[in-house]
């Protein structure tokens, strides 16, 4: 009586298990495989999932996920596109019970993961080498990742309605943490409670991880542009730079803002700032389609330039968000409507311990853009965040 008590309570578990993270419609991930198949026609390509890492939580190769939406280890995928219409085939290993003692029930072959990824056929991984076998016979070259990563590039560049969603979330969950970091940033304050407090937003409100190390330097480390040691104490009169992004159902939000640790900026750190932020509203300004991500750096440039701080502002302007933080793509491909960049220009002066960077997530349209990361970054307005 038990035992079938049970029986179901687990099968529950296995399937909303399997459902954590929000999914777009299968028939995204589909016109994908349909679109890369049309770019690969005459070939085979088998794609592999990320091995599963003892002790590391499973992140799914981004290029796999992309195409498939599925995020188990374990699973092939084989895009015949030499026969007309392509075929295409998921391989899943058969359950290990002994195994899902330690990793949680996955997903098998057969009719239930058909139903679950959207595939026509979803076959055991023991069937895969005479697959591929039977589909290469008219000996076409059968393809690996590496000779698919710039298509897949070139496709993952220009978002879906539904990645631009998934984005939203993203960015939405990122300035909640923004919010979050501003009440714990104070003179006194190490760095790593400021990121810890807003992580803790990020892993509350649905993020799987931040989407890279969560950056918070103050003072002397807002001037080093990867610093995520964050161990400072934070002093009366710092600037502290946050330049943090959740990770949401795969998507990667990124967005930076500079705070000042007394609650109020010092006049030179007004100077700083008021130039960065006036070389952020016109980058943003240029973005719309036909316009190069090198288009909006020149413009941010300039304005830096025009002030003196050329020397100072030692990145780029801008790069893709979407799977991965820094997005795969041709960066001097003119930008389309549904592509989604950020704008980040930064001064940065070592010699006064002084760093500023503004960073918004911008969503190319039809006519221009969108600004998706809407969060204070007036001087008044930040200052305003420190009145409590
Ligand atoms: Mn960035």
Redo the contacts with the bound molecule.
């Keep these: 009586m038990v035992k079938k008590l049970i029986a179901p309570a687990c099968l529950f578990l296995a399937l909303t298990t399997l459902l954590a993270i929000e999914k777009e419609p299968f028939g995204e991930y589909k016109a994908r495989r349909d679109r890369l198949a049309a770019r690969i026609k005459g070939n085979v390509l088998v794609l592999r999932a990320a091995p599963d890492q003892e002790l590391v939580k499973y992140q799914q190769e981004r290029n796999f996920y992309y195409l498939t939406g599925f995020d188990q280890p374990g699973a092939i995928l084989l895009l015949d596109a030499a026969s007309d219409p392509p075929q295409e085939f998921l391989f899943l290993p058969e359950r290990k019970p002994s195994a899902e003692r330690w990793t949680g029930p996955k997903l098998a072959p057969g009719a239930d993961a058909e139903k679950a990824t959207g595939f026509a056929k979803v076959l055991s991984a023991d069937e895969f080498e005479t697959t591929l076998k039977r589909v290469s016979e008219g000996g076409t070259a059968a393809y690996g990742l590496k000779d698919v990563e710039s298509d897949v590039g070139f496709l993952r560049q220009t978002k879906s309605p539904t990645e631009v969603a998934l984005l939203e979330k993203a960015v939405q969950i990122t300035l909640k943490a923004h919010r979050a970091a501003v009440r714990t940033i104070a003179p006194g304050a190490m760095e790593y409670e400021v990121q810890a407090a807003l992580e803790f937003e990020f892993t509350r409100n649905g993020a799987e991880r931040p989407g890279y190390p969560s950056i918070v330097g103050s003072g002397p480390f807002s001037t080093i542009l990867h610093y995520n040691d964050n161990t400072r104490r934070i002093q009366a009169g710092d600037v502290v730079v946050v ?1 943090i992004g959740a990770e949401y159902s795969g998507y990667s939000a ?1 967005v ?1 803002r500079t705070y000042p640790a007394s609650g109020k900026f010092s006049p030179r750190q007004r100077e700083i700032y008021q130039i960065v932020l006036e070389a952020q509203k016109a980058a943003i300004e240029k973005v719309k389609p036909g316009a190069r991500i090198g288009d909006l750096h020149n413009v941010a440039m300039s304005h830096i330039r025009s002030k003196g701080y050329e020397k100072y502002f030692i990145h780029g302007t801008s ?1 893709h ?1 979407g799977l991965e ?2 997005d795969v793509g041709d960066t001097s491909r003119p930008l389309e409507p549904n592509m989604v960049i ?1 704008v ?1 220009p930064g001064i940065y002066i070592p010699e006064e311990q002084l760093g500023v960077r503004i ?1 918004d997530d911008v969503v190319v349209t039809a006519t221009g853009h969108r600004v998706l990361s809407n969060f204070p970054k007036e001087i008044s307005e930040i200052e305003g965040l420190f009145k409590r």
């Design positions: 330049d990124d930076t790069h968000i933080v820094h950020t980040e960073e």
